[in-house]
Nanobody, 123 residues
Framework: QVQLVESGGGLVQAGGSLRLSCAAS????????MAWFRQAPGKEREFVAV????????YYADSVKGRFTISRDNAKNPVYLQMNSLKPEDTAVYYC????????????????WGQGTQVTVSS
């Protein structure tokens, strides 16, 4: 079993920054990738960013490209999401997720999820 725990959310003004962390425990060796998704009230969960486990390749949603950076430390744990130039439309619950196989971009493919952390950006 794998457990994912997010931290680092909070309230920030537009233009500010936050860094989210995702700590994993359990059998992490079987991951293909780890990603961040977000879900705003009344909206579907959407892909934000992903980092592949072996090569460390990164991919981003167009809406966050150039503002957000996903990374990990040398031990591959935790995984971070550095969020800069935050906008009110970035307000959402942010979830960390782990993928064994399949496309990076679809939430249904992910096998493990954290409990989420709230990010609120005020205008």
């Amino acid at each position: 079993q794998v457990q994912l725990v997010e931290s680092g959310g909070g309230l920030v003004q537009a233009g500010g920054s936050l860094r989210l962390s995702c700590a994993a425990s359990g059998r992490t060796v079987s991951y293909r990738a780890m990603a961040w998704f977000r879900q705003a009230p009344g909206k579907e969960r959407e892909f934000v960013a992903v980092i592949t486990w072996t090569a460390g390749s990164t991919y981003y949603a167009d809406s966050v490209k150039g503002r957000f950076t996903i990374s990990r430390d040398n031990a591959k744990n935790p995984v971070y999401l550095q969020m800069n130039s935050l906008k009110p439309e970035d307000t959402a619950v942010y979830y960390c997720a782990a993928l064994r196989s399949g496309s990076y971009y679809y939430s249904n493919n992910y096998n493990y999820w954290g409990q989420g952390t709230q990010v609120t950006v005020s205008s």
